[in-house]
């Protein structure tokens, strides 16, 4: 890909420190509450940023992934069963901070029925019981497809769907084993045909061996399946076990595609290297009526 090289170690823009001690206040709000967050577990370095701002990204359906995507820090494994009061502590976090904008994801859970969407669509419901005015985005698995998992969640009406593509088709048999390009574009699609007031969001990842080609390729699909939303960030491996970086992505690249994805009509996106998909959430509907 033009504008990307390969560089021998972490450049200077890539530098961000996590500091625990502005984590203390969230993570014990948190293990009270018997919480979880995709922050903790995915390893995210924006997580000391954001918690000093009273702002996180909860997990719900365990912290147990049922796949095992090489690019992902969260433990993939058997999980336990599904938490049915889980969503009225959520709804009681989102209360104690505050949030105007919420973020719930979850681990992928093939063993349930229904993929868990029941327990989004609670989730969602319980949130607006106890915050009615807040903004709620969900960001889900593929739930292999099936559309009726999808209505469910769309039928509680969250303000932002959303589903990460995370990667070029190329790349899925080595970074998404058990995931499909097409299928997950899919689920974007059902998404808003399903309710075409909801607003679809999807993320992707640069440097894991993508061409120029190829990530405008996946801008022009997600158009085309109806995504609003954007968010493109640089991949870190969270380990040497992980899935290897190929590339640190030059700052001005991550502006080059922004540009391109707000040409073919993205509404609003996030793109340099630090972006991760709830990474500053709540600026996605700032400019929407």
Known sequence: ???????????????????????????ALFKDLDLNTICHQARCPNISEC????????????????????FCAVSSGIPFDADLSESKRVA?????????????????????????????????????????????????????G??????????????????????????????????????SLSVLKAAKELDKNIYIKSGIMLGLGE???????????????????????QYLSP????FQVKEYVLPQVFEFFKKRAKHLGFIHVQSAPYVRSSYLACRYLQNCH
Not at 216 to 228: F, K, N, P, T
Not at 239 to 242: A, F
């Open 1 to 27: 890909m033009s504008g990307l090289r390969v560089l021998p170690a972490r450049p200077l823009w890539l530098n961000k420190k996590i500091d625990l001690e502005k984590c203390r206040e969230l993570n």
């Open 92 to 144: 009681e976090a989102v209360r104690k901070l505050g949030l105007k904008h919420v973020v719930v994801t979850s681990v992928t859970r093939d063993d349930l029925a229904d993929g868990g969407s029941s327990i989004f669509a609670s989730a969602i419901n319980e949130i607006r019981n106890l915050n009615h005015t807040a903004r709620i985005e969900v960001l889900v698995p593929d739930f292999k």
């Open 211 to 233: 061409t120029e080609e190829q990530v405008l390729e996946v801008l022009s699909d997600l158009r085309q399946a109806g995504c609003d939303f954007l968010s493109i960030g």
């Open 239 to 242: 380990s040497p076990q992980h």
């Open 51 to 70: 918690f000093t701002a009273r702002v996180a990204t909860f997990l719900i359906l365990g912290k147990i992934c049922t796949r095992g995507c090489k």
């Open 146 to 183: 099936d559309t009726s998992s999808i209505e469910t969640i769309i039928r509680a009406k969250p303000d932002i769907f959303a589903h990460n593509m995370e990667t070029v088709s190329s790349l899925y048999d080595q970074v998404r084993q058990q995931a499909d390009y097409s299928r």
